[in-house]
């Protein structure tokens, strides 16, 4: 069984190993099909999590069928299934009141307990949803990071209309992109890569800017999903009077101007991750309706063996979702 491993920061290889143990009690053991490389995949490989864990097997975005079962497993054999990377304990407060998402004991699949970027993956059958029929392997592969999306909207009002500025043009921010024109916004994204503004463009309606290019301009809705500094600082800028920001990035420290937000009843959330299953069943609905366009979102496609050259690409920053596949 062919399988990715991450022995310590910079150092990701592939290796040949027995397949997995059976599952036992809830788990199922799932045969990979296809893997998403996420940004907190290559911010784990470089070192830059505190909570990261080596060794480790990297991979959180994946899709696969159910080939073993252990005797109080939630599905049978043969079932299509999309993992859901961040685990939940369902017995602490937060769980209680059905915020999985901020469990207070929360492992991440890939960051700090091994992920799936393998031919197999063993994990407890709570963390899987079935597909049936209803997405293809390539379409579903997406549902994890465009659920992160779909948590991030609930939080403010988009409707035809809606002005809404999205800083950071990564996969986060190209689905924000694509959801926010779904559902009939003024849409203008901002990256300082020339390369991310041609997958904007693909996408409909959609305007693609640098940063500076919207200086002094704000909007209804803000999206901050680059994760810097100064992308925070100007997503805060850029709220209308009476608007909203949501920060989906994850950024270091920074201070915020209260009298702006005070003055100018402005509102600024912060949103992590999903919540189970909900936000999983909703992302799958806006998925398998065929007006959301996001295909320009899906740039390349590597085998597994050829996994240094798919890092590599999405090391450089000048594509956007880059899928393993595990059928070849």
Known sequence: MLQLYV???????????????????????????????????????????????????????????????????????????????????????????????????????????????????????????????????????????????????????????TSVAIIGGGTIGLLAAALANYLGADVTVTDINPKKHSIVEELGPVRAVYPEAIEGETFDIVIEAAGTVASFKQAVQAIKPGGSMVAVGIVPDVEIPATQIVRNDQTIYGSIIYRFPEDYEETIAYLKDPDLYIDPIFSLTFPIRQYETAFEKAQSGDYAKITLDFKK
């Open 7 to 161: 022995r310590e920061p910079n150092d990701l290889t592939i290796r040949n190993v027995e397949s997995l143990r059976r599952p036992e009690n809830d788990e199922v053991k799932i045969k990979v099909s296809v893997g998403g490389i996420c940004g907190s995949d290559l911010s784990f490989l470089n070192g830059k999590f505190t909570h990261g864990t080596y060794p480790l097997t990297p991979g959180h975005e994946l899709v696969g069928t159910i080939i073993e079962c252990g005797d109080k497993a939630l599905y049978e054999v043969g079932t299509r299934v999309v993992v859901l990377p961040n685990t939940y304990c369902g017995t602490c407060a937060y769980c209680q009141k059905g915020q999985t998402n901020i469990c207070a004991n929360k492992q991440s699949f890939g960051i700090n307990k091994d992920g799936g970027f393998a031919e197999e993956f063993v994990l407890s059958s709570k963390f899987v949803l079935p597909l049936f029929d209803e997405l293809t392997d390539d379409r579903a592969v997406i549902i994890e990071p465009f659920a992160v999306v779909v948590r991030a909207f609930k939080k403010v009002t988009i409707t035809k209309g």
